[in-house]
């Protein structure tokens, strides 16, 4: 069986093979692999200059200072570290959040509800955009954060940061953002866009899996209570030996999504027209994502009268996902599509589909012909 075409680039992107060299460089014994902590030789000086590197290399994609990047294992981390840490050394006691931000935003909300905290839940648009008067008329004086992501991994939906960000930073309301799937994508500014935490990933951007950081506004004099106790590795935030090799790789990474972001963006684009023009052919389908706020890569479609996880088994052709990597092995509904008001029996028949770096217009039209073919079938025309 050949390999299926891979349109699933939000759930994970392959590493780039210069990534990878340059993480290779930081492994063996012939290279730099010492531990970053190791203050007494060589070795430990060499891996510590490698990591402090990447940490200017992640601070300049969004123009921060180089101190104010912390290292975690990934966005997940990073998404707990930024609410829990704060939400543990302050004295307000109330957050406001989205109904479809990522799992690892709702879940943390969650349980910090269980430990006597209060949360709003705001209600997106029908594309699945949260606004800033929303977040203003929600705000309370005990509110102490906002987190509100800047794409949404299902959707491909983009928030505008900003707007919510000033209303935040005007009313002395930290302003967090899970910015995983538009970190490198779409142009991030931490200053003109008043964020004080962002949460990043590096295997969205053709880095490796298990690193990540968050940003950490050192002006706002934000301390975060540590989830991970140890050798108080990262100015006390987050303790663990750090992975050298995959800190360097983000970093690579990262520079590369920034360098050609343009290109990538007009290229992907080009890819998603292409994909549409094929996919509106096929009756009954709806777009979820919005048509001007978005990512080009990621796309999500919904096919009245045929159910999804049905589709996908019909499509051993394609590497799709009826949802979020993390959710994938659930049974209901989106969650996401549930909460823009998108009835069950066709958020059940909705796909998403994600384009990337190695997708060419081959594959795309390949994957459009599958995707009518079988949808005809599967409805009996």
């Known amino acids: 069986m050949p390999t299926p075409i891979y349109l699933d680039y939000a759930a994970t992107t392959p590493v780039d093979t210069r990534v990878i060299e340059r993480m290779v460089a930081h492994m063996s014994v012939d290279g730099d692999f010492g531990n970053p902590a190791s203050r007494s030789h060589a070795f ?21 200072d180089p101190r104010e990047i912390v290292w975690t294992s990934g966005a997940t981390e990073s998404d707990n570290l930024a609410l829990k840490g704060a939400a543990f050394e302050a004295s307000r006691r109330h957050l406001i959040t989205s109904s479809i931000e990522h799992k690892a935003v709702l879940d943390c909300c969650g349980f910090l509800q269980q430990q006597g905290f209060e949360v709003t839940y705001l209600t997106p648009d029908a594309w699945g955009r949260t606004s800033a008067e929303q977040v203003r008329e929600a705000l309370r004086e005990d509110t102490l954060m906002v987190s509100i992501m800047h794409v949404n991994n299902e959707l491909g939906t983009a928030n505008d940061l900003r707007s919510i960000g000033e209303v935040c930073r005007s009313n002395g309301v930290l302003f967090h ?15 003109a866009m008043y964020i004080d935490l962002l949460s990043l990933s ?31 590795h990262e100015m006390g935030m987050r303790s663990g030996t750090l992975p050298a090799q995959q800190i360097v790789g983000l970093g690579a990474a990262a520079q590369l999504m920034v360098e050609h972001m343009d290109s990538e963006h007009a290229q992907l684009s080009a890819l998603r027209q292409r994909f549409l023009s094929h996919v509106r052919q096929i009756p009954d389908t709806v777009v979820h994502t919005h048509p001007e706020q978005h990512v080009p890569g990621i796309v999500n479609v919904g096919f009245a009268g045929v159910d999804g996880e049905t589709l996908l088994l019909a499509l051993p052709g394609l590497a799709v996902s009826s949802g979020s990597a993390c959710t994938s092995a659930s049974v209901e509904p989106s969650f996401v599509l549930r909460g823009l008001g998108i009835a069950d029996d066709l958020a059940h028949s909705s796909l998403r589909f994600s384009f990337g770096r190695f997708t060419d217009a081959a594959e795309i039209d390949s994957a459009a012909q599958q995707l009518a073919t079988t949808v005809g079938r599967l409805r009996g025309s």
């Not at 953002?177 to 200053?191: C, H, I, M, N, S």
């Open 44 to 64: 430990g000086w060499q891996a510590e200059e490698a990591v402090e590197a990447a940490r200017v290399q992640i601070a300049e994609a969004i123009n921060a």
């Open 202 to 232: 590096a295997h969205k951007i053709y880095g490796p899996k298990g690193i990540g950081a968050l940003y950490v506004r050192r002006s706002q004099g934000l301390q975060l209570a540590p989830q991970m106790h140890g050798g108080g």
């Open 177 to 191: 953002t899970d910015a995983a799937q538009g970190f490198g994508k779409l142009p991030l500014d931490v200053e």
